[in-house]
């Protein structure tokens, strides 16, 4: 069983295995329509397209009228049902994948472990790294079967924003930002109306998770790089900045056997919706 990554030399030998589910999570975030396209175009032989915006996000706004943040994460009924239609069984090895990085397939990832499937693994370096090996892309539509997929304990933890707004006063927890650094800074913000961090929030940029192909960096690097961010991964929190790269971080942490991290979903986007709540700028 894959529970954090597989290589595309991995996958190749066994892609088609029947409980091998693949799952498309290409996305941009300026254009909602290019991760569909992208797949349209070509994606591993077998998968299925997963939209960020549309299965792996909930509402924006909740029944109090308070704005969740860009990408909240959707009733896990809701969700199940997505996975469902996707055709993941409860016996599946689901291998998510993208092309930039696991930037996006991170998130199907944690969100898979967060209604109780183990059996989950990003793809690492993605479409780039199958097609470095020669391996051909398809653009055959397959036949799904309903899946039966069901809810069970979550492997996850998370958090939401008034235990984000209590640590603030305790510190008890260390805050840990994946947007780049620019972003973190306040500096060049053209996402989120307000530039800036969540105080007493350190940086770590998703991306310095990899490798310059594109690939995870090696379990002891990562180790060794995280233990200077934060010394006990469970007593930590991942945020970004709508609750998709902080995953990025915390597949990493995972992989570099730091476990017990949570993930603050809702983010900046949430977290700046309220002119209440305190801004840090600068480093």
Not at 31 to 46: I, K, R, W
Not at 240 to 267: D, K, R
């Amino acid at each position: 069983m894959y529970t954090t990554l597989i290589s595309a030399q991995d996958l190749a030998g066994q892609i088609v295995q029947p409980e091998m589910v693949l799952i498309d999570c290409r996305h941009d975030l300026m254009d909602s329509t290019a991760g569909e396209l992208a797949y349209n175009a070509g994606h591993l032989p077998g998968a299925r397209f997963a939209h960020l915006d549309q299965q792996l996000s909930g509402v924006k706004i909740s029944v109090t009228g308070q704005f969740c943040g860009r990408h909240p994460l959707p009733a896990k009924e809701n969700f199940i049902r997505h996975l469902r239609a996707l055709g993941i069984k409860a016996t599946s090895q689901v291998i998510v994948y993208d092309a930039q990085g696991g930037m996006y397939a991170a998130r199907l990832w944690w969100m898979l472990r967060w209604v109780g499937h183990s059996a989950v693994a990003v793809l690492d370096g993605g479409v780039p790294a199958w097609l470095a090996l020669g391996l051909p892309l398809d653009t055959t539509v397959p036949q799904i079967a309903l899946g039966d997929i069901g809810i069970k304990p979550s492997l996850v933890a998370q958090v939401n924003v008034d235990e984000v707004i209590e640590n603030l006063s305790t510190a008890a927890r260390t805050v840990v930002d994946a947007r780049a650094g620019d972003r973190y800074r306040g500096e060049n913000e053209t996402i989120d109306p307000v530039g800036g961090h969540i105080p007493g929030a350190v940086n770590r940029f998703f991306k310095d998770n990899l490798q310059a192909d594109g690939c995870f960096k090696s379990a002891e690097h990562l180790h060794e790089e995280w233990l200077a961010v934060c010394s006990d991964a469970s007593k930590a929190i991942m945020q970004c900045g709508s609750g998709v790269t902080a995953c990025h971080n915390l597949l990493a942490l995972e992989v570099a056997g730091l476990t017990g991290a949570a993930l603050y979903p809702g983010s900046w986007s949430e977290w700046c919706a309220d002119p209440a709540r305190p801004v840090a700028t600068g480093c």
